[in-house]
């Protein structure tokens, strides 16, 4: 699904007036924590995700924590089990959010995390059965080396005089988990789902009528902090060959370095390509996609656009123009997890 044989025109927006969501959620929520799969072999789990760019924060016989470079205790939960899509968790804004939405309906009572950097919870399910958390007050930790972009020598932005650029062969330096997409039923329900509850506002929809979305790109309200162009992208099953639950998972990388470098590393150990390297239309980002032992796909990117909540949604049609910007086509196989064997 997805980015799928779909093509693009350049994003027209709408005037503000025409964003009928919940001005009202019941709370906003700042940005993604991390997503939960289950899987059955740990140390299968673990491998993948050193390569991808990740470092082992805490395991147990059932659990594993990894960590990215970057200040969140970890940035992706394996829980041992068979392979699959739990769900996810928002971080909420404040102790008093976490306590309003605990207290509405189908959400769990706060609980203690019991996890690296602890903090607290509450949890749902979403409409279509995934395990939604929100947490709060998790200790950050050290990053574990420098998260700043390497300088770089471009245009008439000389940033890097007397020094040479090095990278060193290896995996990604991953900062933070940015977005998931997910395939749906009913794009524009979910999204009130999501935004009642959570906030959410669209970014950008892909229609294949007017006012008939098939893709919904949603963000945070921050107000007038900017937030990621998506969160969540909602994909309809009728882009995904009827194939419903995780589309991928994504985490933003430090730097265009860390996508290339990072994509020839993971070739090197001969895991399995999706899609890439390219740069987005929608969101903008540079990307780069692999599969996991068990074929969920997980996600590189960088340089993705920052909105603020008073940018209005776009609008863009499924007939001409390019998937992406720059990069390869996608291929049919993207937006749904396929097992190793299947493919
Ligand atoms: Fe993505």
New binding site residues.
Partial sequence: MGYIPFFYKEPVRDPPEETPLNTQPIIKVREMAFPRLSAPDLDAAESFLLDFGMARAHRTDDVLYMRGAGTAPYVHVIHKGTPAWIGFAFEAANREDLDRISKTDGFTPVEAVDAPGGGWRTLTKDPSGAQVEVVWGTTPVEPLGPIDPRPLNMGNAFLRIGKLQRVKTGPSRIKRF??L?MNVRDVKASLAWYNARFGLIASDRVNIAPGMPVLIFARCDRGAEPADH?SI?FGSDMASGGVLGLN?L?WEVIDVDDVLAGSSHLAAKKRAHEWGVGR?LL?S?I?DYWRDPWGHIH?H?TDGDQLDASIPPGDVTIDVGAASQWGPNPPPTFGRTIPPQSR
Wanted: a negative charge; glycine letters at 16%.
């Fill in positions: 940015g977005h997409a998506h992208l991928h994504s987005h969101g980002q990307f996600e990117w």
